[in-house]
């Protein structure tokens, strides 16, 4: 009878032992790691529910672990012209060191048996998601009549765009003297 993926693997998806990869320094292990990262959100964007996905390589060297790879995960969100539904797919490459010491903002922590890149892999993907996302490029809008996004000059007009009438008072000023 074989056995499913142990509690631990199911429960914290983004730790790697460590214990082979120490015994080879300098040598590498690919993993692909795969797991939800719950309550990820900035502004109007959000990852959703599916996996994460990390395709990793870690490599020994010394006292400390070098991580690099890409990151892989499905966001949704509102568009903020239209307000309709939006969303894609960030695929984040990810360079990290883990250090027994880790010093704060430069690398992260490694444990004695493990590595844990839950932290590195949230901070991409938090710096990846979307501030202000749009549906399409060319979003309208809910209104374009009343709130265009862009002001395009008539056909028989002599090139120039019109002009806005709450700025028209400021016409009359002249500098020129």
């Given at each position: 009878?074989r056995?499913?993926?142990?509690?631990?693997?199911?429960?914290?998806?983004?730790?790697v032992?460590?214990?082979?990869?120490?015994?080879?320094?300098?040598?590498?292990?690919?993993?692909?790691?795969a797991?939800?990262?719950?309550?990820?959100?900035?502004?109007?964007s959000?990852?959703?529910?599916?996996?994460?996905v990390?395709?990793?390589?870690?490599?020994?060297q010394?006292e400390?672990?070098?991580?690099?790879?890409?990151?892989?995960?499905?966001?949704?969100?509102?568009?903020?012209?239209?307000?309709?539904?939006?969303?894609?797919?960030?695929?984040?490459?990810?360079?990290?060191?883990?250090?027994?010491?880790a010093?704060?903002?430069?690398t992260?922590?490694?444990?004695?048996?493990?590595?844990?890149?839950?932290?590195?892999v949230?901070?991409?993907l938090?710096?990846?998601?979307?501030?202000?996302?749009?549906?399409?490029?060319?979003?309208?809008?809910?209104d374009?009549?009343?709130?265009?996004?862009?002001?395009?000059?008539?056909?028989?007009?002599?090139?120039?765009?019109p002009?806005?009438?709450?700025?028209?008072?400021?016409?009359?000023?002249?500098?020129?003297?």
């Open positions: 009878m056995a499913g993926p142990s509690l631990d693997a199911v429960t914290r998806p983004f730790v032992p460590t214990g082979e990869l120490f015994r080879h320094r300098g040598s590498r292990q690919r993993v692909t790691l797991g939800p990262l719950p309550g990820l959100a900035l502004s109007a959000r990852l959703t529910g599916d996996d994460v990390a395709d990793l390589v870690l490599e020994a010394g400390t672990v070098t991580l690099a790879g890409t990151v892989t995960a499905a966001w949704e969100g509102e568009c903020r012209r239209c307000l309709g539904p939006t969303g894609g797919v960030l695929t984040v490459e990810l360079r990290e060191v883990f250090e027994p010491d010093v704060e903002g430069e992260y922590p490694l444990g004695r048996d493990e590595v844990d890149v839950e932290p590195a949230r901070e991409a938090a710096l990846a998601l979307p501030l202000a996302p749009l549906c399409a490029d060319d979003c309208a809008g809910p374009p009549d009343a709130h265009p996004v862009a002001i395009e000059a008539d056909e028989d007009d002599d090139g120039e765009s002009v806005d009438p709450r700025w028209a008072a400021l016409d009359v000023l002249r500098f020129d003297r």
